[in-house]
């Protein structure tokens, strides 16, 4: 009587004979991968789970699974389709630039916290933060907490370390009489009206490069928040969608927004007039000398160069919003 081979990605439950249950999936080359838990229903949702991530293409063989190869994979089928684009840069910037280079090439089922919290130290001697190493371990727990739910691994290394405690970034804010000056300084500034804007609304840069006409009503003194302008790695400048629900916001203008905003409107509509054929009309309240829309990093260095020719003290753009 012939007997019938079990297929790829076909798996069985039985309970063992401790009473702990378990499931065993076949994987390619004849290999298979068991799942343990204290009820069928357990074992099962892991196996149902593990068949679903084998035919989105995750290899679920520890033995030769590196941490590298890993993490490539939960970024591509864990972190990619759930997050904003720039999270994932983020993500992934960490994982290749920190992590990669020092783990990378260790075996996923058998990294151990000590090497975790050697690649913690290694990190700090480099020069890190605590700030930084701190987010690191945010991902790498992350990270390992999939790979225990796709079966990968029996625990997570990163409970057994003690990650740098992050100090508290210092905020740098201008007085009232510094906001006074640096508005002053630039009312001239072809950039005046972003100024202007960051300091009595409290918008990121982001979303006040995001501005078209079209959100702006200076009858009622109103703006409305429906995008933000993001560089993206590979896609150049995109519009996204503002950050929360509750960044989708109206925001009142003072007076002298107001003002600032009809005056840069009649200074743009005189660079589209000299433009001519050149300009690319957007309908963007800041955008560059033909119409597009401007780099958030160039902004940045624009206005640090403000602050340094009002003879300011240097702040993060961002920290103009708290000033508002």
Excluded at 202 to 223: A, F, I, N
Excluded at 247 to 273: P, Y
């Amino acid at each position: 009587m012939s007997t019938k081979r079990r297929g790829h990605n076909e798996g069985t439950i039985r309970q063992r004979t401790d009473g702990a249950w378990e499931a065993r999936l076949s994987l390619p080359g004849g290999k298979r991968k068991s799942f343990y838990g204290k009820t069928r229903r357990e074992v099962q949702d892991k196996l149902r789970t593990a068949q679903r991530d084998l035919d989105n293409g995750v290899d679920l063989t520890t033995e030769k699974l590196t941490i590298a190869r890993f993490l490539d994979q939960w970024l591509a089928a864990s972190i990619k389709p759930s997050v904003r684009a720039k999270t994932y840069e983020g993500y992934e910037s960490i994982v290749r630039v920190r992590v990669v280079p020092h783990i990378g090439r260790k075996s996923l089922g058998r990294i151990t916290p000590l090497e975790v919290q050697a690649l913690y130290a290694d990190l700090a001697t480099a020069g890190l933060s605590n700030r930084s190493i701190h987010h690191t371990h945010r991902v790498l727990h992350h990270a390992f907490t999939q790979a225990m739910r796709w079966g990968l691994i029996a625990r997570n290394p990163c409970d057994g370390v003690t990650p740098p405690t992050p100090g508290r970034r210092e905020m740098h804010v201008l007085t009232q009489a510094q906001v006074a000056a640096f508005l002053d300084a630039t009312r001239d500034h072809r950039m005046h009206a972003l100024y202007v804007l960051a300091v009595t609304t409290g918008m990121r840069l982001g979303e006040l490069l995001g501005l078209r006409w079209e959100d702006v009503d200076l009858e009622s003194g109103k703006v409305v928040v429906r995008r933000a302008l993001q560089p993206q790695r590979g896609s150049g400048l995109v519009f996204v969608q503002p950050k929360t629900a509750r960044s989708r916001r109206t925001v009142v203008l003072s007076q002298r927004a107001i003002t600032a905003l009809h005056d840069h409107r009649r200074r743009q509509l005189e660079a589209r007039l000299l433009g001519g054929h050149d300009w690319r009309d957007q309908g963007l309240v800041f955008c560059n000398p033909s119409g597009g829309p401007l780099y958030p990093t160039y902004q940045t260095a624009v206005f640090q160069q403000a602050l340094t020719q009002a003879r300011l003290p240097r702040i993060r753009f961002h920290d103009l919003r708290h000033t508002a």
